[in-house]
C-alpha cells in the first residue's frame, strides 16, 4: 500500500522525535555534534536565503523589475532554501519546531497557487477576419481589435485579418519551446543588459528555426489568397498587452513589402522580435510576463502612400494652457517618422471648431497636406478619441484612394512639464562615494549615532542614523529614520529588506566618520554622502521615480515571500503560527537556532565525555570539546590553546587573560554554589561537575564559564562571513546582596552598550548580543568581552553604589579603548 508525501513525512517526523529523545538520555555527546552541525547548516541557508529574497525584493517591488519566469525560479529556491532550514531546526530540537513544518508546507502551497500559469489555449480559431477582431481583444491583441474598432465607429481602414494568438501558442508547443524559453527567461533581469542581449538572441534563433504548424500555415495561405490582387503585404504585431494600457510603441516588428509568397517567413520574423531585446526590456519594466504578451499578427495589403503620419487627438507639445490636436505628416511611408529618423511637418489645429478658427488657419506653400484633408483627419481623431473615451494616437496614411486608418491606440504622452531647472551637483560636498547602496533612495537629515549606551527609542524623528551593524532591531524604528548609514551589513540582510519596503535609503561603508547632528544627504543609489541638504540630489531623485513597474501585482506574492512581520524576538507573535511569510520562517530559524546553542549543554556538562582540560595559567578549571577533533579523548587529557584552531576562543581568551587584569591565584574559580550543594569535600576541584566548559570549531565557540557563585554563557560564530557572524552572551547571579548583584550588572550594561552591543536585563539576569560584523569587529568585541568577564569576578561584592558602578565603568571602558 502506497503512502502519501504527507504521510511520510509526518512518520519521519515521529521517528525524529524519539531518536532526539533517545540521544539525550544515552548519546549526549553524540546530540551536542548533531546539533552543531544542524546549527552551522541553518547559518548557511541562513545567508544564501536572505540574498536569494534581496534579489526576489528588488524585483517585485521594481528596482530591478525581471521576467515572471525568473521571479518564478526565485521563489521555488527560495521555499527550498527555507524548507531546508526550518528542516534542520526541527533537527536540532524537533518536540519544539514540528509545527514550523507545517506552517513551510502552507505556505509554499499558497505560493505555488499565486505563480501558477494558466495553460495556453492551443485549439482554433487560428485566423479572424479584420471585423472580427473587435470582438476578440483577447484572439486578436490590441492593434488589430482597436483598428477592427475603428472600422465600426466609421472611419476606413484596410481589408485585412489576424493570426490569433492561439495560433502562437500553437507555434510553441508543436515547437516545444516552452521550456527552452522559461530555462532563457528565468536569467532575465531589467539591469542585466549583456544577459539580456545574448538571451533574446538564442530565443529568436528557437523561434526562426522552428516551423509554423501545417495546418496553420495552410490557413495563413488561404486568407492571404482572399486579399488578391495585392502585391505586397505589411504583416504587423499585435501582442496581446500592445495598444492598451501599455502602449510598446516601436517595440516589436512589423514587416512591409512583404510578398504573398513570402508571408509564413515574415509572420515567424514577427513572431522572433517578440524576443527582441528592447521588447523583453520593455515587458518587464512595466511588469508583464511571457504569457500576458501572446503575439498575434495583422496582415494588411501594403498601401503606397504619397503622405503618412500621425494624430495626436490632444497634442503634448503645446502649451498647457492650450488644448489643440497636432498632426503629423512626411512624405511617403509614416517609419521615418515614428523611429524618429525624420523631421515632420506639424499642424495645430483647435479642438473645439470655430467659424473664425477655421478661415484663420494658414498652409505653408510646400503642406503636404490640404485643409480638407487635416478638418477630415481632425475629426476622425476625436470620432475616435470619443469613441475609446481618451486621447488617442492615432497612424494614418494618404494615396491615390484617399486618407486611410492603419492604428489608433491610447495617446500614453502627458502634457509635457514646464522645464525642470536642477542645478549641477556641487562636488565639493561630496564626503564618500562609493558605498555600497543596501536600499535605494535619497534624503536628507540629521546624523543621530545608535546605540552610544541609548536605546533606538530615543532616535529623534527624521535622523539619518549611524550604525555599527544593520540590526534587525532598527526596523522597528523606521518610521523615525529618513536613512541610515552603517559601517558594516548588505542588501541581504534582514533590516535592509524592510527598509527597501519603506523606501528608507541604507548605505554601508567602513572608514565613515560623521558627527552627531551633522546634516547629511544620502543619495543610497550612487552611493554617496554628501555635506548638509544638497537639493541638487533631492531633486535628481525625483525626476526619477520608476512609475512604470506596477508593484500591486506582486503584492500578495511579497507578502508571502519577502515581507518580514517578525521583527521582535521576545514578542508573543514570535512563533511558527504567526509566520506569515518566507521571511518570517528565514528569521525564526535564525533566533531560534542561536537560541538552541545557546543552551546547547545544561549546567551539569552532559554531552562532554570527550572533553579535554584546557592547559592555561589562569586560576580556573576549564574543559574544552573541540567539535573539528573526532577523535576520543583519553581519561586526563589535556589540551592547549596552541592546539586549538577556534577563532573565537583564541580572541576571548585574549581578553581573559589581559596582563593587565589581576587574577588571584589563591583562589580556583569553579562553580562554588553547586560545590556547596553536592560536594560535601567529596569531588576534586578539576571535576567536570563544577568546571567551565567550551565547545568549539574553528569559527564556533560556545562557552560556559563558572565563576563563584555567578555563571556566564558566551555562544559565537566568528568567520569570513560577517551576515553569519554573531555573538550572545548571558551574566547571572552573584553572591553578594541583591542591591550589588545589580550594581555590577549596571556595569556590565554600560560597557557593553558603549561597546556596541545590545543588551535588556531581567532580575540578576543580562543578555547581550552583537550580530552580523565583519570578523575583525566580532574579534574584537570578544575579546573586550573576556576583559570584562575577567574584571567583573567578585565585584559585585566590593560595588556599593550607583555612582560607584559608573565611575569604575568608565574606567574599565578607558582600559579597554586603550587597546586598539
Not at 568585541?781 to 558602578?805: F, H, I, K, N
Request: hydrophobic share 40%; proline share 5%.
Amino acid at each position: 500500500m502506497r503512502t502519501s508525501s504527507a504521510e511520510r513525512k509526518k512518520s519521519a517526523g515521529f521517528w525524529r522525535f524519539w531518536r532526539y529523545r533517545f540521544m539525550e538520555i544515552f548519546s549526549p555527546g553524540r546530540l551536542v555534534q548533531d546539533k552543531y552541525t544542524a546549527f552551522r547548516e541553518v547559518l548557511r541557508l541562513d545567508s544564501q536565503a536572505l540574498d536569494l529574497l534581496a534579489d526576489l525584493e528588488s524585483h517585485v517591488f521594481g528596482h530591478n523589475p525581471a521576467d515572471h519566469y525568473r521571479i518564478s525560479h526565485l521563489c521555488h529556491r527560495i521555499s527550498d532554501s527555507v524548507g531546508a532550514m526550518a528542516g534542520q531546526l526541527h533537527a536540532m530540537n524537533p518536540p519544539a519546531y514540528w509545527k514550523l513544518l507545517d506552517k513551510h508546507a502552507e505556505l509554499g502551497a499558497a505560493i505555488k497557487a499565486l505563480l501558477a500559469p494558466a495553460e495556453p489555449a492551443l485549439g482554433p480559431p487560428y485566423i479572424l477576419r479584420l471585423e472580427e477582431a473587435a470582438d476578440h481583444p483577447e484572439l486578436a491583441g490590441g492593434k488589430a481589435a482597436n483598428l477592427s474598432t475603428a472600422a465600426r465607429v466609421g472611419v476606413p481602414v484596410p481589408p485585412g485579418f489576424v493570426i490569433t494568438a492561439h495560433a502562437f501558442h500553437r507555434f510553441i508547443d508543436d515547437n516545444n519551446l516552452e521550456k527552452e524559453l522559461a530555462v532563457r527567461l528565468q536569467c532575465v533581469q531589467a539591469d542585466d543588459h549583456k544577459t539580456i542581449i545574448r538571451i533574446t538572441g538564442e530565443m529568436q534563433e528557437l523561434i526562426l528555426h522552428a516551423e509554423v504548424p501545417s495546418d496553420i500555415a495552410c490557413l495563413i495561405e488561404q486568407f492571404t489568397d482572399s486579399l488578391q490582387p495585392v502585391q505586397l503585404l505589411a504583416v504587423r504585431s499585435s501582442a496581446l498587452a500592445e495598444d492598451g494600457k501599455v502602449s510598446f510603441a516601436g517595440q516589436y516588428a512589423s514587416e512591409l513589402d512583404v510578398p504573398p509568397y513570402d508571408i509564413i517567413a515574415a509572420y515567424k520574423r514577427v513572431l522572433a522580435g517578440k524576443y527582441c531585446p528592447r521588447a523583453v526590456s520593455y515587458r518587464i519594466r512595466h511588469g508583464l510576463s511571457d504569457a500576458d504578451t501572446a503575439m498575434a499578427a495583422l496582415v494588411l495589403p501594403m498601401i503606397q502612400p504619397r503622405t503618412s503620419g500621425v494624430i495626436y487627438t490632444l497634442d503634448p507639445a503645446t502649451p498647457a494652457a492650450v488644448e489643440s490636436i497636432g498632426v503629423y505628416a512626411v512624405a511617403g511611408l509614416a517609419e521615418g517618422l515614428v523611429d524618429g529618423s525624420r523631421t515632420p511637418q506639424k499642424y495645430h489645429l483647435p479642438r473645439e471648431q470655430t467659424v473664425t478658427s477655421r478661415h484663420n488657419f494658414a498652409l505653408p506653400d510646400n503642406s503636404l497636406v490640404n485643409e480638407s484633408e487635416l478638418q477630415q483627419l481632425r475629426s476622425w481623431g476625436l470620432q475616435l478619441e470619443a469613441h475609446f473615451g481618451c486621447p488617442q494616437d492615432v497612424e494614418w496614411a494618404l494615396d491615390e484612394n484617399g486618407l486611410t486608418i492603419l492604428q489608433s491606440r491610447r495617446l500614453h504622452q502627458k502634457k509635457d512639464p514646464p522645464p525642470a531647472i536642477v542645478q549641477a551637483v556641487d562636488l565639493t560636498r561630496l564626503l564618500y562615494s562609493n558605498l555600497h547602496c543596501a536600499s535605494a533612495g535619497i534624503a536628507c537629515g540629521h546624523v543621530f549615532h545608535a546605540p552610544t549606551g541609548r536605546t533606538f527609542a530615543q532616535i529623534p524623528v527624521g535622523s539619518v542614523v549611524f550604525t555599527t551593524t544593520l540590526r534587525p532591531a532598527l526596523s522597528q524604528f523606521l518610521d523615525r529614520m529618513v536613512g541610515v548609514i552603517a559601517a558594516s551589513g548588505s542588501r541581504a540582510s534582514h533590516f535592509a529588506s524592510v527598509a527597501r519596503e519603506r523606501g528608507v535609503p541604507v548605505l554601508v561603508g567602513s572608514e565613515i566618520h560623521l558627527t552627531e547632528g551633522q546634516v547629511v544627504t544620502v543619495d543610497a543609489a550612487s552611493g554617496r554622502i554628501f555635506s548638509g541638504c544638497v537639493n541638487a540630489v533631492l531633486q535628481k531623485g525625483k525626476l526619477n521615480p520608476n512609475k512604470d513597474f506596477p508593484v500591486e501585482k506582486y503584492a500578495q506574492l511579497a507578502a508571502r515571500t519577502t515581507h518580514l512581520n517578525l521583527t521582535d524576538p521576545d514578542g508573543n507573535n514570535f512563533t511558527p503560527a504567526q509566520c506569515r511569510s518566507l521571511h518570517d520562517i528565514v528569521r525564526f530559524c535564525h533566533e531560534k537556532s542561536v537560541r538552541e546553542m545557546f543552551r546547547l549543554v545544561d549546567r551539569k556538562g552532559r554531552g562532554l565525555g570527550k572533553a579535554r582540560k584546557l592547559v592555561t595559567d589562569l586560576p580556573l578549571v576549564m574543559y574544552v570539546l573541540d567539535l573539528d577533533k573526532n577523535a576520543p579523548a583519553r581519561p586526563g587529557s589535556t589540551i592547549t590553546l596552541d592546539e586549538l584552531s577556534s577563532l573565537p576562543m583564541r580572541a576571548f581568551w585574549q581578553g581573559m587573560s589581559d596582563p593587565r587584569i589581576h587574577w588571584d591565584s589563591s583562589q580556583h574559580h569553579v562553580d562554588w554554589d553547586n560545590f556547596d550543594q553536592v560536594s560535601g569535600g567529596i569531588f576534586s576541584l578539576d571535576t567536570q561537575l563544577l568546571a567551565s566548559y567550551a565547545i568549539v570549531s574553528q569559527e564556533y565557540l560556545h562557552l560556559n564559564i563558572r565563576f563563584g557563585y555567578h555563571f556566564s554563557i558566551v555562544d559565537a560564530i566568528c568567520g569570513e562571513q560577517a551576515g553569519t557572524n554573531y555573538l550572545n552572551f548571558r551574566f547571572k547571579g552573584g553572591g553578594a546582596a541583591e542591591k550589588q548583584k545589580l550594581f555590577r550588572l549596571q556595569f556590565i550594561d554600560q560597557v557593553l552598550t558603549t561597546f556596541g552591543f545590545e543588551t535588556s536585563s531581567r532580575g540578576d539576569m543580562l543578555d547581550a548580543s552583537f550580530a552580523r560584523a565583519p570578523l575583525a569587529a566580532t574579534e574584537h568585541a570578544l575579546t573586550r568581552l573576556g576583559m570584562l568577564l575577567a574584571a567583573t569576578r567578585l565585584m559585585d561584592v566590593r560595588l556599593t553604589s550607583d555612582q560607584q558602578a559608573k565611575d569604575e565603568a568608565e574606567n574599565f571602558i578607558h582600559l579597554a579603548e586603550a587597546t586598539q
